[in-house]
C-alpha cells in the first residue's frame, strides 16, 4: 500500500505503549448521549420484536446512511461478543488509525517526533480552529469517529502520491459517515489535479474518483432508490426549517453559531495561513500542499450560508459545509507543529508553550491577539535577521513563558480542582505522545548505548506491555485502588450506573410489554435504550428520511400545543397528549408535576413513571 521500511519489533512496541498510554489518559466515554440514541436501532436489527411502535427506531430498520455502521455492529453481537466491549474494540482501533496516521502525516512534511507529538496533542485537545460544534476526535464511539481513522491515512496517501489509495480510504470513510469522506476528497480535488497534471496521468485521476464516488455510491444510492432522500416531500425550506433550524441550528445555520466562535475561527485559519507561509523549514511545494486545501475550504464555507439562509438549497444544507473546518484545522495545526519544531531549534521553549496553552484553553478575548502575536512575531524574527538571534530568542521564550502562566492561574480561580484534575490529564497525555522523541533521544546517546547495548529494546516491550496490562486489568476492573480509580474516571463501561434513569428504566423494562408506547419528555431519549421500549417523541432522535422529517416535525408541534415546554404541561394535559398518540405510560418529574391523580408504575427519585387511564374511563369519571 505504502513505500515503507519494516517496523522493527520494539518500534512496534513503542507504538502500541504510545497508542495504549494516550488512550487511557486521552479517556473514552460509554455510552454517551449519541451513542444511547443509537443503540435502539442497532437492537431492533437483532430482535425484530423491540420498538415496534416507535417511528424513529422503525425508520431504521429499512437503509439509512447508518447501515453499515448498523451492520458491523451486529455482526459482532452475532459473534457473541457485547455491545460495549464491540463499541470499545472499534474506538480503539479508530484512535490507533488516528493516531498512527498523523505521526506518519507529519513525518512526512519532515517533522520530528517532538513535531508529530505537538501535532497529535493539538488534534485531540485543541478547542478553537473549527465551528458548527465538530471536532477531529472525541471520547465517544460515534460514526464520525469511527471514519476519522481512515480520513488521516486518506491525507498521508494523498501527500505521498498514492492518490488512488487515498480516496480509497476516504470512500471507506463515507460508509461510516458520509460528509466526513467525501469533504476530505472535495479539499484534496485541486491537488489531485495539479498531480495528474504534472505527471499526464488520467488514469490516476479516474481511478481516485471511482474509488471515492462507488463507496460513497453505496451509501447514497441505495437512499435514493428507497425514496429515503430526495423524495420531494420536502420543500428546500421546509428541509432547512426542520432539519436546520429546529433540529441542527449548531451544524447547518451559520448565523447561529455567534460572533466570539466566528471571530475565533477566521482569525485562527489567518495565523495558521500566514505561519504556514513563513516557515522556513518547509519548501514551496510543501507549503502549497497545507495551503491548499485551507483555502479551498475559506472559498467553500460561505457556501453554507448563501444556499441555506439566503437562496435555501437543501443539497447545500446536507453537506453541513461546516464540517470542513476541523480538516482545515489539522492542516492549520501540522503549520504550528511544524512552527514549534522550529522555535525548539532556536531554544524558544516559551512560545511553544504559549502556543499550546492559547490553543488548549480556547476562546477568550486575547486567544486572537496572543496568536497573532506570536505568529508575526516569528516572521518578523526572520525578516530582522541582523538581530542576535540568541538574545530575541531568550527574551521572546521568557515572555512568552509568563503569559503562559498567566493564563493558566486565571483560568484555575473559575474551577480548581477540575482545572488541576484536567491539566493532570492532558499532561499525562502529553508525556505518553514524547515517548517516541524521547527514546530517538535515548537512542541517539552513543555513550548510553555502548554502557547498556539492550536498554533501548528491553525498554520499548516494558512501554508496549505495561500500558496494555493496565488497560486490561482495568476493564475488568483487577488493578489496585490507587490506580483502578483514576482509571474508572477515564475509560468505564458502567458510567450509566448511577444514573436515576438507568434504574427506572432497567425495572420498568420488567414490568410493561414490548409493545408500550411511552410519552418522554424530548430530552430523554436516553430513557428509550434504558428500557428498551418505544417512545412518542425525542427531540434528538430525528430520522434521516423525508418522511420521518415530516413525521417528527408533526410530533414537536403536537407536544407544544397545549404549552411550550413538557414540564410546563399538567399532568391532566400529558395525559391527553398521551393518550392521542396510544401512549400507554408518561414519564415525568415529581417536581415537575406535584400532584398525579394516576397510578404511579415506579420512581426513582424525582423521575416517576405513570399509567395513562384508558379514555373512555377517564372521561366517565
Known amino acids: ?3 515503507s521500511r519494516p517496523i522493527s519489533a520494539p518500534r512496534l512496541f513503542i507504538f502500541l505503549g504510545v497508542i495504549v498510554a494516550s ?3 486521552y479517556g473514552y466515554d460509554f455510552p454517551s448521549e449519541n451513542s444511547l440514541n443509537h443503540l435502539s436501532y442497532i437492537e431492533v436489527l437483532r430482535n425484530q420484536d423491540l420498538y415496534p411502535r416507535d417511528f424513529y427506531v422503525q425508520e431504521f430498520t429499512q437503509f439509512s446512511p447508518r447501515y453499515y455502521y448498523q451492520i458491523v455492529l451486529v455482526t459482532f453481537m452475532e459473534l457473541g461478543i457485547p455491545l460495549p466491549w464491540i463499541y470499545f474494540g472499534v474506538y480503539s482501533l479508530a484512535y490507533a488509525g488516528f493516531i498512527s496516521g498523523l505521526f506518519a502525516l507529519t513525518r ?22 473549527t465551528v458548527g460544534v465538530v471536532d477531529l476526535f472525541r471520547t465517544e464511539p460515534i460514526p464520525a469517529i469511527w471514519s476519522m481513522g481512515f480520513v488521516t491515512w486518506g491525507f498521508f496517501c494523498c501527500y505521498s502520491n498514492r492518490w488512488i489509495w487515498g480516496y480509497f480510504l476516504f470512500g471507506l470513510a463515507s460508509l461510516f459517515q458520509f ?36 463507496l460513497a455510491a453505496c451509501v447514497y444510492i441505495p437512499m435514493k432508490l428507497t425514496g429515503v432522500t430526495g423524495s420531494e416531500l420536502l420543500s428546500h425550506q421546509d428541509f432547512i426549517h426542520i432539519y436546520g433550524e429546529i433540529r441542527h441550528p449548531h451544524h447547518i445555520i451559520f448565523s447561529s453559531f455567534g460572533y466570539p466562535t466566528w471571530r475565533d475561527f477566521i482569525l485562527f ?12 523549514s518547509l519548501p514551496r511545494e510543501q507549503k502549497r500542499n497545507l495551503l491548499v486545501p485551507i483555502l479551498l475550504g475559506a472559498l467553500i464555507l460561505p457556501l453554507g450560508y448563501i444556499f441555506v439562509e439566503i437562496y435555501p438549497i437543501t443539497l447545500v ?142 525498554l520499548s516491550y516494558s512501554i508496549g506491555v505495561v500500558p496494555l496490562l493496565i488497560l486490561l486489568l482495568g476493564l475488568q476492573e483487577k488493578l489496585p485502588p490507587p490506580l483502578q480509580n483514576p482509571f474508572r474516571g477515564r475509560i468505564s463501561f458502567t458510567r450509566d450506573s448511577n444514573n436515576f434513569l438507568y434504574h427506572l428504566g ?36 430525528i430520522p434521516f428520511s423525508d418522511r420521518g422529517m415530516q413525521e417528527w416535525f408533526r410530533r414537536w408541534q403536537s407536544l407544544q400545543v397545549l404549552a411550550p415546554s413538557y414540564q410546563e404541561h399538567t399532568p391532566e394535559q400529558l395525559t391527553l397528549l398521551a393518550q392521542q398518540f396510544g401512549a400507554n405510560y408518561v414519564l415525568t418529574r415529581q417536581d415537575w408535576h406535584g400532584e398525579i391523580p394516576y397510578p404511579i408504575l415506579d420512581r426513582e427519585e424525582d423521575w416517576v413513571i405513570y399509567q395513562v387511564p384508558n379514555p373512555d374511563s377517564a372521561h366517565h369519571d
Not at 114 to 127: C, D, E, K, Y
Not at 185 to 199: K, T, Y
Not at 507 to 513: A, D, E, L, N, S
Not at 519 to 538: D, E, K, M, N, T
Request: proline fraction near 4%.
Open 269 to 280: 485559519t489567518i495565523a495558521g495561513i500566514i505561519n504556514i507561509a513563513m516557515l522556513k
Open 23 to 25: 488512550l487511557i489518559a
Open 317 to 458: 444544507a446536507k453537506l453541513q459545509l461546516a464540517r470542513l473546518t476541523p480538516f482545515m484545522q489539522l492542516f492549520s495545526l501540522l503549520g504550528f507543529g511544524i512552527l514549534a519544531q522550529e522555535w525548539y531549534q532556536e531554544r524558544n521553549s516559551g512560545s511553544i508553550v504559549l502556543l499550546v496553552t492559547i490553543l488548549v484553553l480556547g476562546s477568550s478575548p486575547w486567544f486572537a491577539p496572543i496568536l497573532l502575536t506570536l505568529v508575526l512575531t516569528k516572521a518578523l524574527t526572520h525578516v530582522l535577521t541582523h538581530i542576535g538571534r540568541p538574545w530575541t530568542s531568550f527574551i521572546q521564550s521568557s515572555i512568552a513563558l509568563a503569559i503562559a502562566v498567566i493564563l493558566l492561574i486565571l483560568n484555575l480561580q473559575n474551577n480548581p480542582s477540575q482545572f488541576i484534575r484536567d491539566l493532570g490529564w492532558l499532561a499525562m497525555l502529553w508525556g505518553c505522545l514524547m515517548i517516541p522523541a524521547l527514546i530517538e533521544k535515548l537512542r541517539s546517546n552513543s555513550g548510553l548505548q555502548q554502557r547498556f547495548p539492550r536498554l533501548i529494546s528491553q
Open 506 to 541: 432497567k425495572r420498568v423494562k420488567q414490568k410493561i410489554p414490548e409493545d408500550a408506547l411511552i410519552l418522554i419528555p424530548g430530552s430523554g431519549q436516553r430513557f428509550r435504550a434504558y428500557c428498551q421500549r418505544s417512545v412518542v417523541f425525542a427531540f434528538k432522535s
Open 179 to 214: 460528509l466526513i469522506g467525501v469533504l476530505p476528497g472535495l479539499l484534496m480535488l485541486p491537488l489531485l489535479l495539479a498531480s495528474v497534471s504534472r505527471d499526464r496521468s488520467l488514469k490516476t485521476l479516474s481511478l481516485s474518483l471511482l474509488a471515492l464516488g462507488g
Open 108 to 129: 512526512r512534511f519532515n517533522g520530528s517526533w517532538f513535531t508529530a507529538a505537538i501535532v497529535i496533542f493539538l488534534a485531540l485537545s485543541a478547542s478553537v480552529g
Open 1 to 3: 500500500m505504502f513505500k
